[in-house]
């Protein structure tokens, strides 16, 4: 499972949460957009064929998304 926090203004930026055994432990992960304050939405996380992605909408109204392919393992900021 993948949790996504946004951290308003933060040097860590958009934390991710991975876990691989049903939520009894979890690895942070840090991805961008660092020390960025996040606007007032939630990050989204989807699924689709396998690639999951998760976004969040900026305070400057621009949109950060990061994409993984490895069922989060690694994530590619886009």
Do not use: C
Not at 25 to 41: D, E, R, Y
Not at 44 to 60: E, I, Y
């Amino acid at each position: 499972g993948i949790l996504a926090e946004a951290t308003g203004f933060s040097p860590r930026g958009l934390l991710l949460y991975r876990t691989t055994n049903a939520g009894y432990t979890w690895q942070l992960q840090a991805i961008g957009p660092q020390n960025q304050i996040t606007g007032g939405t939630r990050p989204h996380v989807t699924d689709h064929q396998g690639m999951l992605t998760v976004s969040v909408q900026l305070k400057s109204g621009q949109v950060f998304r990061t994409t993984s392919t490895t069922g989060g393992k690694t994530w590619n900021p886009q």
